[in-house]
């Protein structure tokens, strides 16, 4: 699925980064969403640094009642590094091998029984994902990339 496809009829967007920004390039999801804020300010367009544990969002998401909801982490999925995927969060991938407490696709199944929107992971393979090490150039490069295409995607919702 191309993300174009994924935010047609979009209302309300809620775009949550995952991750952990001492571990390297696990700080994928939350360093893209920090770097959207900056960029964008859309009414309808919500924004969530959710770290480690995106379930502890889950009121949050539930009484934004977006239309469409986001995941952005790092995800092993035997990629090359930095390669990103477009998943559902319910399939595979949302129970990959992940730093965080509990798989997405528990969360996804908990939230579709709250509100009724579209759900999509993006993944990033990480290279490094050691304690106090920098993002690798190959995530960084990625995380840019995937911030402007989301930039201009969501300018127009």
Known sequence: MELEEFF???KRVLICGIGNDTRGDDAFGVYVVEKLKERISNQKVVFLNCGEM??????KIIRENPSHVVFIDA??????????????PEGTLGEAFSTHKMPLKLLVGYLKQNIN?????????????????????ELKDSAERLVNILERILAEI
């Not at 995106?54 to 009121?59: K, L, N, T």
């Not at 993944?123 to 050691?130: D, E, F, R, V, Y």
Request: charged share 25%; no cysteine; net charge negative.
């Open 8 to 10: 047609k009829d979009a």
């Open 54 to 59: 995106p379930e502890s969002y889950a009121g």
């Open 117 to 137: 929107s579209r759900f999509i992971l993006i993944g990033a393979q990480p290279k490094q994902t050691g304690l106090f090490v920098e993002m690798s150039r």
């Open 75 to 88: 995800v092993h999925f035997e990629g090359k590094p930095g390669e990103i995927v477009l998943a559902d």
